[in-house]
């Protein structure tokens, strides 16, 4: 059934409000959740502000259509073609959190028109890590019960269930290697252009490297004490640091295929930071290879979405078949890594708030209470989107950071810089290469730093995200593939913290790079108000 309302206006600043507000009334009405709405709102008052300047007058049509029960809301203006100016380009990583929410805002020109399309999601009745938790639960007391069946009906119930969690990892990884290329080098393009790169951005991206790395050292050197470590004879490790040194060299790669083919992460990172950096430099040049890689990042972002729907199940039968096995030791390795994640990332939001007060001279408690808000959200939903607006207004109105920073960094630092997953990352292969035996090595440390490093930068922020890094590192340091299942049960529980102190080192670190371009408020920052 398809129903539909059309109202026509002029194109002027007071008209901007009046479709603004027709648009949350159209989404409310088809029940979107009230932060969607706001995100959605901020956006398109931002696009049609600049569409205002650029066809003063120019026919709008605002047109909600209902179809099947999903809405659809088309805002048009008739009049030459607009590009996508520098309003729109700051636009896109917004709107890059937006479809990670499930949301859609896109910009087409067709008749002569210029079309502003929304589809915002069904209302869910359960949330992602609502199903999660459900799958946990469902998956323990299931687990639990196979148990008690006959040997000859848990391998009929595994002859089930393994296939299908074998099947859904196959998914999982087939999709990884384009995704890790797409977000480094659609994260660098929509840095906007190389004067924004070079003025702002290089600052921000070398930062975002270099902490990322510093901090996989870090919860290195503090978590080694734990783990058994086999220093290896002169030649040994000589050999070792060999192989990592090789390692570096090959992350250029003899051609373009082989990288996807092999699943190098190393070079499929090179890769896309490459053709970034190419697209940010040539501009409209490449205007096709933009528009082919943009689509390309539209295709595979649909199916990492779609995929992510089966996450739960993939819990599910993870879970599921450890509780149906041995699993007294490997549950030890399960408890471990949580509990050193839910020690160490806490830490880690204290000491990096803790240098910026030493730094700016603020008082390390006023700090904690304008932070804590945003850190809040991120602990009871582990979600970055939920977070994102009360995460920008921190930002602005309490820190003292000038919003055009705050639009620029905060955005591409939600998606890019995630020193929390870093920690877990390494956290995680620790514990796991304990219990199933592989060596830990000086080598291998150094190369678990480099890998985790690298991964907690390219790690897409959605669902199945971090599950298709484990199996990259798994394979980096030699850990069995088995331990994926492990690491899938880990990623679930320390999901929480680790959004919520993600969240916490991003503002603080928009803070700082605010601070050392002079562009901090710093009376702002000091008032308790």
């Given at each position: 059934?398809?129903?539909?309302?059309?109202?026509?206006?002029?194109?002027?600043?007071?008209?901007?409000?009046?479709?603004?507000?027709?648009?949350?009334?159209?989404?409310?009405?088809?029940?979107?959740?009230?932060?969607?709405?706001?995100?959605?709102?901020?956006?398109?008052?931002?696009?049609?502000?600049?569409?205002?300047?650029?066809?003063?007058?120019?026919?709008?049509?605002?047109?909600?259509?209902?179809?099947?029960?999903?809405?659809?809301?088309?805002?048009?203006?008739?009049?030459?073609?607009?590009?996508?100016?520098?309003?729109?380009?700051?636009?896109?990583?917004?709107?890059?959190?937006?479809?990670?929410?499930?949301?859609?805002?896109?910009?087409?020109?067709?008749?002569?028109?210029?079309?502003?399309?929304?589809?915002?999601?069904?209302?869910?009745?359960?949330?992602?890590?609502?199903?999660?938790?459900?799958?946990?639960?469902?998956?323990?007391?299931?687990?639990?019960?196979?148990?008690?069946?006959?040997?000859?009906?848990?391998?009929?119930?595994?002859?089930?269930?393994?296939?299908?969690?074998?099947?859904?990892?196959?998914?999982?990884?087939?999709?990884?290697?384009?995704?890790?290329?797409?977000?480094?080098?659609?994260?660098?393009?929509?840095?906007?252009?190389?004067?924004?790169?070079?003025?702002?951005?290089?600052?921000?991206?070398?930062?975002?490297?270099?902490?990322?790395?510093?901090?996989?050292?870090?919860?290195?050197?503090?978590?080694?004490?734990?783990?058994?470590?086999?220093?290896?004879?002169?030649?040994?490790?000589?050999?070792?640091?060999?192989?990592?040194?090789?390692?570096?060299?090959?992350?250029?790669?003899?051609?373009?295929?082989?990288?996807?083919?092999?699943?190098?992460?190393l070079q499929i990172i090179f890769l896309g930071a490459a053709v970034g950096i190419a697209l940010l430099i040539l501009g409209d040049r490449a205007a096709a290879v933009?528009?082919?890689?943009?689509?390309?990042?539209?295709?595979?972002?649909?199916?990492?979405?779609?995929?992510?729907?089966?996450i739960p199940l993939f819990v599910f039968f993870s879970l599921f078949a450890l509780l149906g096995s041995d699993f007294g030791s490997e549950l030890s390795g399960i408890?471990?890594?949580?509990?050193?994640?839910?020690?160490?990332?806490?830490?880690?939001?204290?000491?990096?708030?803790?240098?910026?007060?030493?730094?700016?001279?603020?008082?390390?408690?006023?700090?904690?209470?304008?932070?804590?808000?945003?850190?809040?959200?991120?602990?009871?939903?582990?979600?970055?989107?939920?977070?994102?607006?009360?995460?920008?207004?921190?930002?602005?109105?309490?820190?003292?950071?000038?919003?055009?920073?705050?639009?620029?960094?905060?955005?591409?630092?939600?998606?890019?810089?995630?020193?929390?997953?870093?920690?877990?990352?390494?956290?995680?292969?620790?514990?796991?290469?304990?219990?199933?035996?592989?060596?830990?090595?000086?080598?291998?440390?150094?190369?678990?730093?480099?890998?985790?490093?690298?991964?907690?930068?390219?790690?897409?922020?959605?669902?199945?995200?971090?599950?298709?890094?484990?199996?990259?590192?798994?394979?980096?340091?030699?850990?069995?593939?088995?331990?994926?299942?492990?690491?899938?049960?880990?990623?679930?529980?320390?999901?929480?913290?680790?959004?919520?102190?993600?969240?916490?080192?991003?503002?603080?670190?928009?803070?700082?790079?605010?601070?050392?371009?002079?562009?901090?408020?710093?009376?702002?920052?000091?008032?308790?108000?």
């Amino acid at each position: 059934m398809l129903t539909s309302k059309k109202k026509g206006y002029r194109l002027s600043p007071e008209t901007v409000d009046l479709l603004s507000q027709e648009f949350a009334d159209s989404l409310t009405e088809a029940e979107a959740d009230r932060k969607d709405i706001l995100r959605l709102r901020l956006s398109l008052e931002e696009i049609l502000e600049s569409w205002s300047s650029a066809l003063p007058g120019a026919p709008v049509t605002f047109c909600a259509k209902k179809r099947l029960g999903r809405q659809r809301v088309e805002i048009r203006v008739e009049g030459k073609e607009l590009q996508a100016d520098d309003v729109l380009k700051n636009c896109l990583l917004s709107s890059r959190l937006l479809a990670q929410a499930g949301l859609t805002l896109t910009q087409s020109y067709q008749n002569g028109e210029n079309c502003l399309t929304v589809e915002p999601p069904r209302k869910r009745k359960l949330g992602q890590m609502q199903k999660l938790l459900l799958a946990i639960v469902s998956a323990v007391v299931l687990g639990l019960l196979q148990r008690l069946l006959p040997a000859s009906a848990q391998a009929g119930v595994r002859a089930v269930t393994d296939p299908l969690f074998t099947l859904i990892l196959n998914l999982l990884r087939t999709i990884s290697s384009p995704m890790i290329f797409l977000a480094i080098c659609w994260g660098i393009f929509n840095i906007g252009d190389m004067t924004m790169m070079g003025r702002i951005g290089k600052k921000v991206i070398g930062r975002i490297a270099a902490l990322s790395f510093l901090v996989s050292a870090g919860a290195t050197v503090c978590l080694l004490w734990l783990f058994p470590l086999e220093l290896s004879s002169g030649g040994a490790a000589l050999s070792g640091f060999s192989t990592i040194y090789q390692i570096i060299l090959d992350i250029v790669p003899s051609d373009i295929i082989s990288p996807f083919l092999n699943g190098n992460t190393l070079q499929i990172i090179f890769l896309g930071a490459a053709v970034g950096i190419a697209l940010l430099i040539l501009g409209d040049r490449a205007a096709a290879v933009r528009t082919f890689i943009e689509q390309t990042n539209e295709v595979v972002q649909f199916l990492m979405e779609a995929i992510g729907d089966l996450i739960p199940l993939f819990v599910f039968f993870s879970l599921f078949a450890l509780l149906g096995s041995d699993f007294g030791s490997e549950l030890s390795g399960i408890l471990k890594a949580i509990v050193i994640t839910y020690a160490l990332c806490p830490l880690m939001c204290l000491v990096f708030i803790g240098i910026l007060a030493a730094r700016r001279r603020v008082s390390f408690r006023l700090l904690v209470q304008k932070l804590l808000p945003t850190f809040l959200i991120g602990l009871t939903t582990a979600s970055s989107s939920a977070a994102f607006a009360t995460n920008l207004e921190t930002c602005e109105k309490k820190l003292g950071i000038p919003p055009m920073l705050a639009h620029f960094a905060v955005p591409l630092e939600q998606v890019l810089y995630m020193p929390s997953v870093a920690v877990a990352f390494v956290a995680t292969c620790l514990c796991m290469a304990e219990n199933f035996g592989t060596a830990i090595t000086p080598a291998w440390l150094l190369t678990m730093i480099v890998v985790t490093g690298l991964l907690s930068l390219a790690m897409p922020p959605i669902p199945g995200g971090a599950l298709t890094c484990y199996t990259v590192m798994f394979t980096q340091l030699g850990i069995p593939g088995e331990a994926l299942a492990l690491a899938v049960a880990i990623n679930s529980m320390i999901d929480f913290i680790a959004t919520a102190s993600n969240l916490t080192c991003l503002q603080v670190e928009v803070t700082t790079v605010a601070g050392q371009l002079g562009m901090l408020d710093t009376e702002r920052l000091k008032n308790p108000g």
